[in-house]
């Protein structure tokens, strides 16, 4: 076998393509879209390479065109679970004894097949699955998972290449990075095939075998992910991909004695129950499992009396109303002193007027359907109890629609009450609830901002005043783990702003960086000696 320390391609962020009118990449995603929409797929269970179907199946339906069919997915139960957890075990140990660099070139080959072939296809599916417009689909989909799979690998090569400083005369100390001894099981949201590929492929990255299952409304995309993965070249049983009832899964995965981690994103209140979970079956495992997870937000843009309007306004309204605020990190609520309200306010109704709100396949519009009758249901009930309060203003919007998707109008609310419920709970759609406080109170309501909320994922001070910007970081200092000056509080991006918050928006691993693949390793240090003692005696003993 071939020996060697290799480098490999030195990472850059994917280019985000503008889609145009009259660009090559605007004519390829709409072609994309319309063979999409032309077929009805039927989609498979991925369990030992082998494509499974039960004949229990669900439908797949876009979320802004709820009458039209896309597909079918297979459910599977009991049976289809153990298969795959068996199938990453049956994989395991030639995956994680195959070299490093192999696995590297497997995943770099599926960033470059992303970022040519299966871009427009991917981008495709999430538009249609997931209702994004054109841009949010490739700043997530493509840009986004590119930029995973080729900065991990850098990631992967450094872990790699850290070694002890000292071994001193006659030893040389080493250390290795295993993988976990057992299988990961990612479970993965809707919101972002980004997110929903990264699970699997870092952990599968550091040697891991995967057990993954997708939010049943992501499975469109997550199957050309498949796809992907496959084309790369990931060997079978590596990653298995199954779709199935949550509690089913849980009650398997979380009782076998070879469970080694998990690797979460969505609520806050589900990874709890997980991690209770575990912890009542500790004692049935190999090992302590990583518990990894990225869970909610309620994020927060605070504005200081120096702030520009126009700067104001447009962190609001995209941070809040692009794609649909179905974003853990959307802006969710804001505080905006009164001298800067009434300039901001006809800032946010000018710009919130102008949009365009319908289905993706139309370019021009901006805002898209929330991703299921559920959350719709849920947000129009919030916004109907604001409605029917004396002490709330409905500053633009709140009308909504599900006749054809579901639709729900970007949606600004101005409370008088900062603890008012839709400036505490999150909401996870398009509606925007705005605190306004007088201008000298601007020290008071950085405390408000970190009571306010159980999350800490993401947050904002916009000011042209550095103390304020500097009293804003430090007395915000653990109410947000991606914070920003003067910008929205949205739009990490892998490499330059790695991702995740604590409190209860989750465990702070921060994916896009070293310190999430880390968790997917266990070290072990090697000591060797090269002309070790051959008596037992030390040289104090002697007289």
């Known amino acids: 076998m071939l020996k060697g320390f290799f480098n490999t391609p030195q990472p850059v962020n994917e280019p985000v393509l503008n889609y145009g009118p009259g660009s090559a990449e605007r004519a390829s995603l709409k072609k994309a879209l319309e063979e999409a929409r032309a077929q009805q797929v039927d989609i498979p269970m991925y369990i030992g390479g082998k494509e499974v179907r039960t004949g229990n199946t669900g439908e797949l339906r876009p979320p802004h065109d709820h009458k039209h069919l896309l597909g079918t997915y297979h459910i599977g139960d009991r049976e289809q679970i153990q298969a795959a957890i068996d199938a990453a075990l049956a994989a395991k140990a030639d995956w994680e004894n195959l070299p490093w660099e192999q696995r590297a070139a497997i995943f770099l080959k599926a960033a470059e097949h992303l970022s040519g ?46 070694q002890p400083p000292v071994s001193p005369k006659g030893i040389w100390n080493r250390v290795e990075q295993r993988p976990l001894e057992g299988f990961v099981f990612a479970l993965t949201p809707f919101n972002f095939t980004a997110i929903a590929g990264n699970l699997p492929a870092s952990a599968a990255m550091m040697g891991n075998v995967v057990v993954w299952k997708p939010a049943d409304t992501q499975i469109y995309a997550a199957n050309v992910l498949m796809q ?64 990894v997870g990225e869970t909610g ?29 179905q974003k853990c990190s959307a802006a969710s609520r804001a505080y905006v002193p009164a001298s800067l309200w009434p300039a901001v306010s006809e800032l946010m109704k000018r710009d919130i007027a102008s949009f365009k709100v319908g289905p993706v396949e139309d370019f021009s519009n901006f805002v898209n359907a929330v991703i299921t009758e559920r ?32 639709f729900i109008h970007p949606t600004v609310i101005k409370v008088n009450d900062p603890f008012y419920v839709t400036m505490c709970e999150e909401l996870f759609g398009p509606v925007l609830t705005i605190y306004v406080y007088e201008d000298a109170d601007f020290s008071e309501v950085i405390k408000i901002v970190d009571k306010t909320s159980i999350y800490a994922l993401t947050g904002s001070i916009i000011s042209q005043d550095r103390y304020a910007i500097a009293e804003a970081t430090q007395g915000l200092r653990n109410a947000a783990g991606n914070f920003y000056i003067n910008d929205k509080p949205t739009g990490a991006v892998v490499g330059q702003q790695p991702f995740g918050g604590a409190r209860g928006s989750g465990t702070n691993d921060k994916a896009g960086s070293m310190i999430n693949l880390l968790r997917w390793v266990s070290p072990r240090t090697i000591k060797e000696t090269f002309d070790p003692p051959k008596d037992y005696r030390y040289p104090f003993l002697a007289e």
């Open 228 to 291: 992907l993965f496959n084309e790369a070249g990931v060997p079978p049983g590596v990653i298995n991909l199954i779709y199935a009832d949550g509690p089913t899964v849980g009650d398997i995965v979380f009782k076998h004695p070879d469970f080694a981690g998990i690797h979460f994103t969505g609520s806050t209140g589900v990874f709890q129950e997980i991690w209770k979970t575990i912890g009542t079956n500790i004692h049935l495992y190999k090992t302590y499992p990583r518990i």
């Open 297 to 325: 937000g309620k994020d927060f843009v605070l504005a200081h009396p120096s702030a520009d309007a126009d700067v104001v306004s447009t962190a609001l309204v995209r941070g809040a109303f692009e794609y649909q605020g």
């Open 375 to 406: 959350s719709f249901d849920k947000l129009a009930k919030y916004i109907d109890d604001a409605k029917a309060d004396t002490s709330v203003e409905i500053v633009a919007g709140g009308t909504y629609d599900k006749s054809e998707g579901y």
């Open 117 to 162: 072939p299966y871009r427009a296809r991917l981008n495709a599916a999430t538009m249609l699955g997931q209702s994004k417009n054109a841009y949010q689909a490739e700043i997530d989909s493509a840009c986004e998972f590119i930029d995973f799979l080729r900065f991990n690998v850098q990631y992967m090569t450094e872990i790699y290449s850290q």
